[in-house]
């Protein structure tokens, strides 16, 4: 699973449905690591991944000003601890359920849904009861206000909310399915509720809306790629035992298959390596029983590439005879090994999902890799060139390096251009609704410039008539 889109952490979300994809974090652990003592609520909290979009790096838990950069402009997170001037400290049980599941808030505010409350809505209301008391007091105050969203126009009509919300969310709360077991419904609510992966793994709509046709099918996130979870054995994770799925749910690493990058990095990080047992493989169970939804590829995303020895053969070679094997020699292979094979601290490149997707690469060599689980820290450089603390390379040399690895360890058929490479880093493919936005203020004027000159027609006709 992967999470999330933008320029490393905030970029990626558009109005509506888009903004429902911002739920990842700066690497904040924040102490969730969960005790045999911990309350319901806490674990809620948890699984739901609360602290991710409400607190920011080096600040204190869930008091907001987190900024999630969209193309719409910058959101901020809200303050959710108890304090009655800055926080939800006011809020009864009623309103908090009201803002989690439907995306009002106390006072009437329309919340943009960078608060995934189209997931959320399926909550139970015991859930809803045991979040509202963990915040109310085990949760600090923290009497801090946060930045204002300001979204240009039209985004900043929050009352535009109504509409879409009347076009696109729920309030039916989770309802068992009596054919299938306890454990696969208690996959559901996760996947589609509570742990809302499916906000970032469903495709999307014109309006950004999640299209339920294709539930889980994969979708782009701005500058990740949120790939197919069903239980396809190409396009998706059918081939994967269900062992293997928690194993990367709750380390971010399957030998031979997969590691964790980017939002999903983050997700392991701060929310799934603290879920039980029990909770993780009840998401296995459902994933792999959902419907099998085909999305083109040729072959399973880890079964791409194989060990090569390239690297070995051009030793000796000058830059101008192969520039993305030059900054592979330098950047890369020690670490990975000039074969590709990596070692038991850094992963191989081939049989990676990783290098099957050119997005994916690139945005992991330009923005890096890391995720602390169970205290470790797994960690690669970012190279882009806003990196610090490394060799930077530029848009052209992280093209040639992505497609040496492609071409040598990952899908070959993928080819990426120093353009390619400028997209990722500016957040990825413009969504459709945010290019069409920039209409319309010109669309809004040529309406009243044509209605004034229907006007002055009629007008000149009638006096004419006269």
Known sequence: ??????????????????????????????????????????????????????????????????????????????NITPSKTAGIGNYTEEQFARAVRDGVAADGT?????????????????????????????????????????????????????????????????????????????????????????????????????????????????????????????????????????????????????????????????????????DLKAIAAYLLQTQPIKTGEAKARHEYGQASNDELTLR????????????????CANCHQPNGQGNKEYPSLFHNTATSRSDNLIAAIVYGVHREVDGVAIDMPAFGPDALFTDRLNDQQIADVTNYVLSRYGNADKVVTAADVAQVREGGPKAPLAVLAKFTIPAIILVCVLIGLIVMALIARRRKGA
């Open 1 to 78: 699973m992967l999470r999330y889109a933008g320029k490393g952490r905030g970029v990626g979300r558009t109005f509506a449905g888009l903004f429902t994809l911002m739920m990842a974090s700066g690497g904040l652990a924040y102490g969730q690591a969960l005790d045999e003592n911990a309350s319901a609520g806490k674990r809620l909290a948890v699984a739901a991944d609360c602290v991710a979009c409400h607190s920011v790096p080096g600040g204190k838990a869930f008091a907001g000003g987190y900024a999630l950069n969209s193309p719409m402009g910058t959101i901020y997170s809200t």
């Open 110 to 278: 329309h919340l943009y849904p960078a608060m995934p409350y189209t997931s959320y809505s399926k909550m139970t209301d015991s859930d809803i009861s045991a979040l509202y008391d963990y915040f109310m007091h085990e949760v600090q105050p923290v009497d801090a206000a946060t930045p204002k969203t300001e979204l240009a126009f039209p985004f900043n009509i929050r009352g535009s909310m109504i509409g879409w919300n009347a076009l696109f969310h729920s309030d039916k709360r989770f309802t068992p399915d009596p054919a299938k077991s306890a454990e696969v419904n208690r996959g559901d609510y996760l996947v589609n509720g509570l742990a809302h992966c499916d906000t970032c793994h469903t495709p999307r709509n014109v309006l950004m809306a999640v299209d339920n046709s294709r539930p889980l099918a994969g979708g782009s996130l701005g500058s990740w790629f949120a790939p197919n979870i069903t239980s396809d054995k190409v396009s998706g994770i059918g081939a994967w035992s269900a062992n293997e799925i928690v194993a990367y749910l709750r380390t971010g690493h399957v030998e031979g298959k997969a590691q964790a990058a980017g939002p999903m990095a983050e997700a392991v990080e701060n929310s799934l390596q603290h879920l039980s047992d029990a």
């Open 316 to 331: 000796g070679g000058t830059p101008e005879d192969n520039p993305g094997w030059h900054i592979f020699s330098g950047t």
